[in-house]
């Protein structure tokens, strides 16, 4: 809070007013409450799914809501006189697809690296502090190499950029699901930081360019709104669906497993009971050690079948927004005018 305060002051003292062209009108309050209604239900509706059941009526209601929810939001959008997400935008190519790569690549790492941090401290065993900086190389080479990176669309435009980052980050992701359980970080975890950390370094700043000289300077406000937008929803709706892709693996993973071992009665229906919890699992208090340690090691597993499932996801992801970058993103930008259309 102190920095924000400090912040505000500066820019209250130093930043000059500025103003576009847009229309003014009240704010989309329509426009914003539908959004919200779209992306809660359809989020409710991914996390509640495989614990409720795909067909039981919260998780159905809470789908049909979403969708109903999104729809509205994409036909407020079309009419209003000054919408929070003015449509017609799209229409630039560029534009277009760099919010599509956002989409897909923010989705792939928002959801994906979500789930490392469980992996590192309930199944690898690290502590807070030390799965904390496991992520480290990912900033270290992002500070390091980012002026690198923004000179990249001055010699060579944003497309092959755009196209090689994603392609980097997605060799990235696939690392991740190579560990198993157990190994030293440096032959696990840390090549898959680094490569993940360099393919969004050579993405990120020629990302922004496009982004932001798109439409122009007098919609480089709106476009950079826009883009934030999309990279924070698909994070969000990826958190929720990766989330139910890795339930739904390792649930069948742990139940393939708990079948095919010999456990004491009673200690397969307490670990299934808890089967919500994922890697969080607690074997019963009436199972002995060396049965604890069995079921750590089934829990254990399961937890890196979903984990593994969930990276290969996101690789795919990263991979389907490099071909997006390829197919519609020009090499050299045209110059917009002031209503963002290429000239």
Not at 149 to 161: E, F, K, N, Q, T
Not at 229 to 256: M, W
Not at 303 to 319: D, K, N, Q
Request: aromatic share 6%.
């Amino acid at each position: 809070m102190p920095i924000g305060v400090v912040l505000l002051l500066a820019c209250l003292a130093k930043v000059p007013e500025s103003r576009g062209d847009a229309v003014d009108g009240p704010l989309d309050v329509a426009g914003a409450a539908a959004a919200t209604l779209g992306l809660a239900g359809v989020v409710f509706a991914l996390i509640e799914a495989p614990t409720r059941g795909r067909g039981s009526a919260p998780v159905l209601v809470a789908a049909v809501v979403g969708l109903l929810g999104l729809a509205a939001f994409i036909a407020r959008e079309a009419r209003a006189r000054a919408p929070m997400l003015p449509l017609h935008l799209f229409r630039n190519r560029d534009f277009s697809g760099a919010n599509l790569l956002t989409l897909l690549l923010y989705a792939a790492l928002g959801g994906g690296l979500y789930f490392v941090p469980l992996n590192l401290i309930q199944v690898q065993g690290y502590g807070a502090t030390a799965a904390g900086a496991a992520l480290l190389p990912f900033v270290a080479i992002m500070f390091a190499l980012s002026r690198w990176a923004g000179s990249l669309v001055d010699a060579m435009g944003a497309r092959i950029p755009l196209v090689v980052g994603p392609a980097i980050a997605a060799v990235g992701f696939a690392l991740f699901a190579w560990p198993g359980i157990g190994g030293s970080y440096w032959t696990t975890f840390f090549p898959a930081v680094c490569v993940l950390g360099l393919g969004m370094t050579i993405t990120i700043a020629p990302l922004t360019t496009t982004v932001m000289n798109a439409l122009g300077q007098a919609l480089a406000g709106t476009a950079s709104g826009v883009n934030n937008a999309v990279s924070r929803a698909a994070g969000l709706l990826a958190i929720a669906a990766l989330g139910a892709v890795l339930t739904q693996v390792f649930q069948a993973r742990l139940h393939d497993a708990l079948a095919h071992a010999s456990l004491p009665a009673g200690i397969a229906d307490a670990v299934v009971a808890q089967r919500g919890k994922l890697a969080a699992i607690v074997p019963p208090t009436s199972a002995g050690p060396a049965v604890a340690t069995q079921v750590h090691g089934l829990v254990g597993a399961a937890f890196v079948a979903g984990f593994r499932a969930v990276m290969l996801t996101s690789a795919g992801l990263a991979l389907a927004s490099a071909l997006s970058a390829w197919f519609l993103i020009a090499g050299r930008q045209a110059t917009p005018d002031s209503k963002g259309h290429a000239t």
